[in-house]
């Protein structure tokens, strides 16, 4: 049987929590029992791992191809045994992944082909790994496997012949088999996190950073004495902050805004997204729907409008951002149908207008392409299908475009209304959802051939035009929402969103099944996916030790933890200078004016200097967002005299301040106030030589300058990458 | 001893806390060899190249930048309807391979509006600027009966993600890792011995197409910002003395916890950041350029090859960007030919036009300013062209849709111009080089081939072409000739 966190083994540690409650003993320990690595097997007296060729069992070298050859892919395969894999129900090789240094520190991606206990053995599994392709007669490597953010021990194995390689891990152990065997535990057990207790430890400030725009004191405070679960029902019933609903104004901005009897700052309020920005930011800051607008923001970057495209108009996006904030927590049906009738999205890709002559294809395209199925077939875990070539299996083809955009024929925008709302000026209607067209020879009513060979039917004789037309919209929906590939990659592209930018295929899996079945036999309910997410074994837990795993903080995620960490006092205005969100435009994320559809960073984007690990918000790091991004902490902290962003009338009507006052407070104790920043911001994963570097740097700092201390020791923390790429 | 697996999990953990931390100490002397490339000071070059890739995102609509005014005008005319130029408008070249064709008003501007900056008339006229005709992601020679058949589809045709992917990388059958231009980084990295400054600069963000497998580009802000300042990291608070300080940890943070490989990948950029900022001091003076996107960043990198001798660079492979150019509707405004025709609203192409040859012609004047006309090559991508039918009906909202093969323009004192390579396709919905009936033109030339004769004249060795474009030994030739 799988190995995995045991009614027994959970018991002992409800039993071990609340012990370390009392004694004021927590954390570390409590951490290694829940969510420990796996451990790979060595020898007794190296750390030379017990390993075999998959087919002849030859112990090492391992030659790079196989020597009896079994199929037209000749790349050896070896075999490892590993114990601690806490496997849930259902994972198999898909929740693992391995790598390799050399002796260069060149790293390879071992793929994990199969995993599965050892007959008699069954506390021990065997892990079959295939070398990559790129690996040469490189020596001895150091391998290791990742299962649920952990990684294990590095043991040693030699590739093409043995010998040299990297040193050994400092500290590293050798892992020999233990004696007697351990006993096997039976069932694999249902999620753990589910339990309250789980609330109590530094995750929470990792769960926060997921689930919120930063973990707040209060915040903190609270979710660790309800727990993830009440928490996540909380909010998925707190009532919705939106967006502030603007009067339509005309199309040219010199009619709604005439010059000399304009009101003051017409054309930032009425002309710019200046005003959507304000109201995100003041949410973010203290608005209690924080959960519903982490996933409304995710879905703005999956299903993606731009106001440079809408007149830069906030009346013209700000009812997209209210339908996406009202349907956060509905149906993902729901959400499919309310973007592809809301007015900004129809002028965005173009179905607004679009007609039976010539029909345009852009919508039909993105809708599929980047709002539901994706570019390839997809397995239940989001990894491709392949044919038996190799060779990835296109969802659809330029045919299926044509048709689903002959499909998005005939609406327009709802009847005009007016401007001022009692006036007289007719102003374009987007904030109703789009009508169809009063002229039924913009539709086209002849069949459509959708996904997967569904056919939507010709309109027949003597039936209503515009009913034939909603229906077959109804229909195609229906048949992008239903195909398999949507559960899988809506997942994905969420978890990529809110927890790491490389989620294993099997976390892939779990959300996926969730998104395809609630439970109660729904499709697509969206509270049921997110739940899934945050709650997931590879979301959480105290530190994440796989060196895959983390996502970096965008810019506006960077400000608006920032913010909210340290308890800010803002106007919503992230500048410093006169320029309107001059810091944010500066680190490459001009709110609600993504450049293209492909969202402010592209989700598919691979990170340089890495084994093709997906990092869309590395998009966005050039090397001037590398000072950029400094440059925003040291405003925040350190310019203006330490006193954050200045007013300026009109933009900053209050400016921006930190209040770290409590941190100040420990300034006298370099290695406390250190300490409880790592607490709040690196939820107490700071490392030993990092810490030691920025005591040391705050020790040389006069202990009569208690402000400069602490302002130092924040922005060392902030700056790092290892605070930049939330973990 | 007995042991428990439990107790055996705990000082297992234990034991490897302390292990990535120590390791990461000891991968800390790897950050410095990222900015610069090894070399062998035998192979440092004698003279200066540099490449200059604009890419113009979204989809150049091919068909409207270069027409024909002869026989098929007419068919161009019929087919485009609300889309077609007219014939007035365009500005006569007659490239030496013979046939009659126009440029979209808006590559040279000054023609038709003597108020307006030049475009490229007159480069073309000096034979510094060619065009490259029917250009696009291939992975094979394709007829339209075997495309039909589905043989020779590139990986997701008529995708923009995919589309930019392959421009960039030259591998058109599936997602890649690294661009053409990183991987000619890789290879001749060592022309440029010991230098500041990586081989490939962007001053339009990160990008696959200067990325290599070792080569990480250097992505810098354009013009206006001078370029003394776009690496500038500002410490406030306290003495001199504390901002040192300050940034001497934060510096030396950066070798910390590389183990992992995105806090290494963010490590890297700020460590270069920290490298690159010390060279780039001063602010050069250069030309006259249109405040436009492209014309500040063909500014910046104005200022940079000025600073070349400076630097010590040798080899230099720059990157910049326009986008907008997925013209789905309104392509060709109330007025296509203004700014030309002296009107303000020429659509969305035609905007954009004027402001990719306006920048073009200021580069290049700029280059023979410098004196190096000779040694600096500007040429274009764009994800794909777009249909030759146009795509919806009603006036404002027309446009096209995704296509394929596309003409691109090279420019440069090496450019054998004032003609055409390639083959210009057959103009015909459900033609010869038709893939459907819409006009997606089947590319007869491949960016392998395109970027192959670019990069043999950057330096690349003929025996280093498979390896940076494995694919090339599909076509026909490796060097089209356009490059003297």
Excluded at chain 1, 409 to 433: C, E, R
Excluded at chain 2, 307 to 331: E, P
Aim: aromatic share 8%; proline share 6%; with cysteine.
């Amino acid at each position: 049987m799988r190995k995995s966190l045991s009614p027994r083994s959970f018991t002992s540690l409800q039993r071990l929590l609340s012990v370390c409650a009392l004694l004021f003993f927590c954390g570390a320990f409590s951490l290694v029992e829940a969510a420990g690595g796996p451990t790979i097997l060595s020898d007794a007296s190296s750390t030379r791992a017990i390993a075999f060729e998959a087919v002849t069992y030859r112990r090492e070298p391992f030659p790079l191809t196989m020597p009896v050859q079994f199929s037209a892919d000749t790349r050896n395969r070896i075999v490892l045994f590993a114990m601690n894999l806490d496997l849930l129900a259902g994972e198999g090789a898909n929740a693992l992944t391995a790598d390799a240094e050399d002796s260069t520190h060149r790293h390879y991606t071992f793929t994990v082909e199969n995993v599965t206990p050892f007959p008699g053995y069954e506390w021990m599994s065997q892990v079959t790994l295939r070398l990559s392709d790129d690996i040469g007669d490189v020596g001895d490597v150091l391998l290791r496997i990742n299962l649920h953010g952990m990684s294990s021990n590095r043991v040693r194995v030699g590739i093409g012949h043995t010998g040299g390689g990297p040193s050994d891990d400092a500290g590293a152990v050798t892992t020999p088999a233990p004696f007697p065997a351990p006993q096997p535990t039976p069932v694999p057990t249902p999620n753990p996190y589910t339990n309250p207790a789980f609330a109590t430890t530094n995750d929470s400030v990792r769960f926060l950073e997921q689930a919120t725009w930063g973990p707040t004191f209060s915040d903190l405070a609270h979710v660790r004495s309800i727990g993830y679960s009440a928490y996540l029902s909380e909010q998925f019933n707190a009532p919705v902050t939106n967006y502030p609903t603007q009067d339509l104004y005309p199309t040219d901005s010199t009619v709604g805004c005439p010059s000399g009897t304009a009101p003051a700052n017409c054309t930032r309020d009425r002309y710019s997204m200046y005003p959507l920005q304000i109201s995100f930011f003041q949410r973010a800051l203290t608005g209690q729907d924080q959960l519903r607008q982490r996933v409304s923001f995710a879905l703005h970057k999956i299903l993606v409008v731009s106001g440079r495209d809408l007149n830069n108009m906030p009346s013209w996006v700000g009812p997209y951002l209210q339908t996406l904030d009202r349907d956060a927590f509905g149906n993902f049906r729901q959400i499919l149908e309310d973007v592809t009738l809301n007015p900004g999205m129809g002028n965005y890709l173009d179905m607004l207008g679009n007609t039976r002559v010539n029909p345009n294809e852009n919508y039909a395209r993105e809708i599929m392409q980047l709002f539901s199925v994706g570019v390839d077939q997809l397995n239940p875990d989001g990894t491709p299908k392949l044919d038996a070539q190799g060779n990835r299996i296109p969802t659809y083809d330029q045919t299926t475009i044509t048709n689903f955009a002959r499909v998005f024929t005939g609406w327009v925008l709802a009847p005009q209304k007016k401007w001022p709302v009692d006036g007289t000026t007719n102003v374009l209607n987007y904030q109703d959802p789009m009508v169809l067209s009063s002229n039924t020879n913009t539709y086209d009513t002849a069949s459509k051939t959708l996904l997967n060979g569904v056919v939507a039917p010709a309109i027949v004789t003597g039936q209503n035009a515009t009913v034939y037309k909603t229906n077959e919209l109804k229909i195609a929906l229906d048949n992008i929402f239903n195909h398999p590939n949507v559960g899988p990659y809506i997942s994905r592209e969420l978890i990529k969103q809110l927890v790491t930018s490389n989620p294993s295929p099997a976390y892939v899996q779990r959300v996926a099944a969730t998104f395809n079945d609630n439970g109660q036999g729904v499709r697509g309910d969206m509270k049921a996916v997110i739940a899934a997410i945050l709650i997931d074994p590879e979301a959480r837990g105290d530190a994440k030790t796989d060196p895959n795993y983390g996502r970096l903080r965008e810019p506006v995620q960077l400000v608006t933890n920032m913010l909210r960490t340290f308890n800010a006092s803002s106007d919503g205005n992230i500048s410093n200078t006169g320029t309107r969100f001059g810091l944010l435009l500066d680190m490459d994320q001009d709110l609600f004016n993504p450049p293209t559809v492909f969202s402010y960073f592209p989700a598919d984007y691979s990170v340089p200097g890495t084994n093709s690990l997906f990092g869309p918000e590395f998009g966005i790091l050039s090397t001037s967002d590398a000072f950029r991004r400094a440059n925003f902490v040291n405003a925040l902290l350190l310019a203006n005299n330490g006193n954050g962003f200045p007013v300026a009338i009109p933009d900053r009507p209050t400016g921006t301040q930190l209040n770290y006052s409590s941190y100040q407070a420990l300034a006298g104790n370099p290695q406390q106030l250190v300490d409880s920043l790592d607490a709040a911001m690196m939820h107490g994963t700071t490392s030993p030589s990092m810490k030691a570097s920025i005591v040391q740097a705050v020790t040389n700092i006069a202990s009569s300058n208690a402000a400069l201390r602490t302002q130092t020791a924040i922005y060392l923390i902030a700056t790092s990458s290892q605070y930049q790429v939330e973990r | 001893m007995a042991q428990s697996r439990r107790s055996f999990l705990r000082q297992t953990g234990c034991a490897l806390g302390a292990t990535a931390i120590l390791s990461s100490i000891e991968k800390l002397g790897m950050i410095g060899a990222l900015a610069q490339q090894s070399s062998n000071p035998d192979n440092v070059a004698a003279d200066y190249k540099a490449l200059v890739c604009i890419f113009l995102f979204g989809g150049n609509d091919g068909n409207n930048m270069i027409v024909p005014l002869d026989s098929e005008f007419n068919a161009y005319t019929s087919v485009r309807g609300v889309l077609a130029l007219p014939q007035s408008s365009l500005v006569p070249i007659n490239p030496i391979s013979g046939r009659q064709f126009g440029m979209h008003p808006n590559l040279s501007p000054e023609v038709a509006n003597a108020a307006q900056s030049k475009g490229l008339l007159d480069v073309w006229n000096q034979q510094k600027l060619a065009v490259l005709c029917n250009v696009g992601t291939l992975v094979q020679p394709v007829t339209r009966a075997q495309y039909q058949s589905g043989a020779g589809h590139p990986y997701q045709l008529f995708s923009h993600s995919d589309q930019q992917t392959q421009q960039q990388s030259s591998i058109s059958n599936g997602p890649a890792q690294t661009g053409w231009g990183g991987r000619i980084s890789d290879i001749t990295g060592g022309l440029n011995g010991t230098v500041p400054l990586p081989m490939s600069v962007s001053v339009a963000g990160s990008n696959l197409f200067a990325t290599g497998k070792n080569t990480r580009l250097l992505a810098i802000s354009p013009a206006p910002t001078a370029l003394n300042s776009v690496l500038v990291l500002t410490t406030s608070g306290g003495a001199s003395a504390d901002q040192t300080a300050r940034r001497n940890t934060l510096q030396q943070l950066l070798g910390f916890d590389t183990s992992s490989f995105l806090v290494k990948a963010s490590s890297d950029t700020m460590a270069q950041a920290l490298q690159t900022s010390a060279s780039l001091a001063t602010d050069p003076t250069v030309g006259t350029f249109p405040a436009t996107s492209l014309g500040n960043q063909l500014k910046q990198v104005a200022k940079l090859i000025k600073l070349r001798d400076a630097l010590g660079m040798k080899r230099q492979i720059f990157f910049c960007s326009m986008s907008s150019f997925d013209t789905h509707t309104n392509q060709t405004g109330s007025n296509p030919t203004s700014p030309a025709s002296g009107g303000t609203n020429s659509g969305n192409q035609g905007s954009l036009l004027a402001q990719l040859s306006q920048a073009m012609k200021a580069f290049y004047d700029e280059m023979v300013l410098q004196g190096i006309s000779n040694q600096v090559t500007t040429f274009t991508l764009s994800d794909f062209s777009r249909t030759f039918a146009p795509s919806g009906s009603a006036v404002g909202t027309v446009g096209s849709d995704h296509a394929w093969g596309n003409h691109s323009l090279i420019m440069g004192g090496s450019v054998r111009g004032g003609t055409f390579y390639g083959t210009f396709p057959t103009l015909a919905l459900g033609g010869p080089d038709d893939t459907d009936t819409r006009g997606r033109w089947i590319p007869t030339t491949s960016v392998d081939q395109y970027a192959a004769t670019l990069a043999t004249w950057y330096g690349l060795a003929a025996s280093d072409l498979p390896t940076v474009f494995p694919y090339l030994g599909r076509f026909a030739s490796s060097n089209l000739g356009f490059l003297g």
